[in-house]
């Protein structure tokens, strides 16, 4: 069985402003979610990696675009969480033009991960992370987080609810559940960006 995409994922560089950003030398795949969505737990349960991403209690830790080498030769880039209150002003104008610059400006860029709390999905904030970046015609793959929290029947609703706003509005967007504390859906989200990167799917 081919291992996991994220396996022995690695920290390159981390850049607080566009002229920072590394060669573009590798397809990129970009995380991004609201503030306490649970992304950084996501990537640390994709990895395998306890404190690959740095997870913290306070939200809006997250200020800087963190790069991590894959194996395959990829990258995939931790976005800073968008929308927590408590963030000055100017920070937050800043965390925005440095989120939306990459987003719509990065060559090599081939698909957002977008992290959703399962409990309170496509919030405002959501939908104008999906504005910005579906007309690129890339991909979209939104993981609902924290589905643990959920009944089976109402993480279900969920999902499709989720997946029937995504459909109205564009081609390009897929949905999962997923927990990193249960682990549920690691091989679907998996399969997904492996097939972004054109590398073989793994399969169990």
């Not at 590798?26 to 640390?44: D, L, T, Y």
């Not at 200020?63 to 209150?85: S, T, W």
């Not at 579906?134 to 924290?146: D, F, N």
């Amino acid at each position: 069985m081919p291992a996991s995409i994220f396996r022995h994922a690695s920290f390159e560089t981390s850049i607080a402003r566009p002229a920072a950003l590394p060669p573009p030398d590798g397809f990129e795949v970009a995380f991004a979610g609201r503030s306490n969505a649970g992304k950084s737990s996501a990537i640390n349960t994709l990895a395998g990696h306890t404190r690959l991403a740095y997870v913290s209690k306070t939200p809006g830790r997250t200020q800087l675009l963190n790069f991590f080498r894959l194996q395959c030769g990829a990258r995939i880039v931790d976005l800073p969480g968008y929308g927590y209150a408590a963030v000055p002003e100017k920070i937050r104008r800043q965390w925005q033009s440095l989120i939306e610059n990459y987003l719509k400006t990065r060559a090599v860029l081939v698909g957002l991960v977008l992290m959703m709390d399962a409990r309170h999905p496509m919030t405002e904030l959501d939908r104008q992370m999906i504005g910005w970046f579906a007309p690129s015609g890339r991909p979209i793959h939104v993981l609902l987080t924290k589905s643990d929290k959920l009944s089976r029947g109402a993480a279900s609703a969920a999902l499709q609810k989720t997946r029937a706003d995504l459909a109205r509005i564009g081609p390009r967007l897929s949905v999962q559940l997923f927990s990193a504390l249960t682990k549920i859906g690691i091989e679907e989200c998996d399969s997904v960006v492996a097939g972004w990167l054109g590398q073989e799917t793994p399969s169990g």
